[in-house]
């Protein structure tokens, strides 16, 4: 089982970026897809959520301003991000829950806004 994220960067407050995962090995059936982050000295938080019937749950501070979305044909699993902010910064982690309840994690990509 392998989770791949990638598409952070430094991006100036007010800017754009766009995360992607792929999603590979998992035999079982996805319960829920998400994404987290954790920023330099805090707990990693749930950003966004998607669930197998497409029911998404976001941060009361990234509520409409992000969206999480999947294609389940292509494995893949992403996170618009707009209007970013300085506390925006951190490292973005995407997350699959299956329906065994086995949790899987990627790397982590980079996201820093900054002037």
């Known amino acids: 089982v392998q989770l791949q994220a990638y598409g952070g960067g430094l991006v100036q407050p007010g800017g754009s970026l766009r995360l992607s995962c792929t999603v590979s090995g998992i035999i079982s059936d996805v319960l829920q897809m998400a994404w987290y982050r954790q920023a330099q000295g805090q707990q990693r938080e749930r950003v966004a959520s998607i669930t197998v019937y497409a029911g998404t749950n976001y941060a009361d501070s990234v509520k409409g301003r992000f969206t999480i979305s999947r294609d389940d044909a292509r494995n893949m699993l992403y996170l618009e991000m707009n209007d970013l902010k300085t506390e925006d910064t951190a490292v973005y982690f995407c997350?699959?829950?299956?329906?065994?309840?086995?949790?899987?994690w990627g790397q982590g990509t980079q996201v820093t806004v900054s002037s």
């Open positions: 997350n699959v829950v299956t329906n065994d309840f086995s949790e899987y």
